[in-house]
């Protein structure tokens, strides 16, 4: 980050993960090697232990408007949708074995459902319009009595459209269908309150957020209705025995630090992050032709700009952009599964998305340096053009 000379980077891949911010590794040092007990351990330092994940569960709670004894704390939102969605499944066996989803998840939710298909559950997928959102009545249209589940994701990791999720959970309320939310890309660039959502479940991944990898959680609703998954991961009965396994105090603690510097600053910052993505797409639609931009033009989020340049292959433009860090599809999944199944479920033709690449602006980034992405990238894009015409 800063000037970009020769050797220096540029990251604008924060949807694929976000560095730990300093105030963040400050509050987590402490918990490595000074207080480093066992959280369940009944003795001052397990005492001190434990106070610091309850004061994190209280943090976290606060942010997205829930109580404390509503998290469940994982190993980020890969494990968070496991347990949500396999858990409440397994759980509500009796009840039904129909769930519903979305075609433009991300791959730790579809590879669930696929997986729960193949256990002899149905799976309805419901398709996207050219934006990316699916509209509330869909939902209403595929729910059966046999439905236990419906899993739509807040924001698409990819083009960062929002997803209509409070009128999705009105319907489910009334329907007496439980909601679970993939909110990993929400948290931390727009306002999320499982309240006004209406959400029983919602997955956090502490990576995405200026917290560590390796640290994530599931909201969990305990009133109204009181929800219990079953457990997935299995062992000491810690965490009420949903999610068993010595806390992780120092990702915790993180995470906890992470939600808190959210809280106080998301405003300014949802404005700082617009205008940054604002100036990255107006620097390079003045400079680079026969581009468009995929998602939804407003119901999205602030950081995420995704654009298809014609005649462009994203991978050798990547090349050519030295330390500009961006993402040719979802940088998320850590096996390339060929063309992105978000932009192919909005009905992006197959030559546009071969030249598609992912910005998302950061907390680090700043307008000079977005300037000299647009410099570079108005180069790399015509050189290539030039190219590829000879
Ligand atoms: C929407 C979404 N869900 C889930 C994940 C997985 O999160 P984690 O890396 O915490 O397991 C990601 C990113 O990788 C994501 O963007």
Request: proline share 4%; with cysteine.
């Amino acid at each position: 980050m800063g000037r970009m000379g020769r050797n220096e980077t540029s990251y604008l891949d924060n949807n694929a993960t976000t560095p730990v911010d300093p105030r963040v590794a400050d509050q987590m040092r402490p918990y490595f090697a000074d207080h480093f007990a066992n959280p369940s351990s009944d003795h001052p330092a397990g005492r001190r232990a434990k106070a610091a994940v309850d004061r994190a569960a209280e943090l976290l709670g606060e942010l997205i408007g829930a109580a404390s004894g509503d998290i469940v704390w994982t190993s980020g939102a890969t494990e968070s949708n496991n347990l949500a969605i396999k858990g409440v499944c397994e759980a509500y066996r009796d009840r039904g074995d129909h769930i519903i989803t979305s075609r433009t998840e991300h791959r730790a939710v579809l590879d669930i459902c696929e997986y729960l298909e193949a256990i002899g559950l149905r799976v309805t997928y419901l398709e996207p319009d050219a934006t990316g959102r699916v509209a509330p009545a869909q939902v209403a249209e595929a729910i059966e009595d046999r439905t236990v589940l419906v899993t739509v994701m807040l924001a698409n990791n990819e083009i960062g459209t929002l997803q209509p999720l409070a009128e999705i959970g009105r319907i489910c309320k009334q329907r007496g269908v439980l909601l679970h939310t993939d909110a990993a890309q929400a948290v931390g660039k727009v306002r999320v309150n499982v309240e006004q959502l209406g959400a029983d479940l919602a997955s956090i991944s502490a990576h995405k957020m200026y917290g560590p990898k390796g640290a994530g959680a599931l909201y969990v609703r305990r009133r109204g209705p009181r929800v219990r998954p079953a457990a997935q991961i299995h062992g000491g009965g810690h965490q009420r025995g949903l999610r068993s396994g010595t806390l992780n105090v120092p990702g915790i603690v993180g995470l906890g630090a992470a939600a808190e510097i959210i809280a106080s600053e998301l405003a300014d910052e949802q404005r700082r992050l617009t205008a940054l993505r604002d100036r990255l797409y107006a620097g390079i639609t003045a400079h680079v032709d026969d581009v468009r931009r995929n998602g939804h033009a407003t119901k999205t989020l602030p950081n995420t700009l995704s654009l298809s340049f014609a005649r462009i292959d994203a991978e050798a433009l990547i090349g050519r952009l030295g330390g500009v860090a961006v993402s040719s599809a979802s940088a998320c999944s850590s096996t390339s599964e060929g063309p992105s199944h978000v932009l192919r479920a909005i009905g992006t033709p197959p030559e546009w998305i071969n030249g598609t690449l992912r910005f998302s602006v950061g907390r680090f980034n700043t307008p000079d340096e977005i300037d000299r992405v647009v410099e570079r990238l108005a180069g790399a894009v015509a050189d290539l053009r030039e190219l590829s015409a000879l």
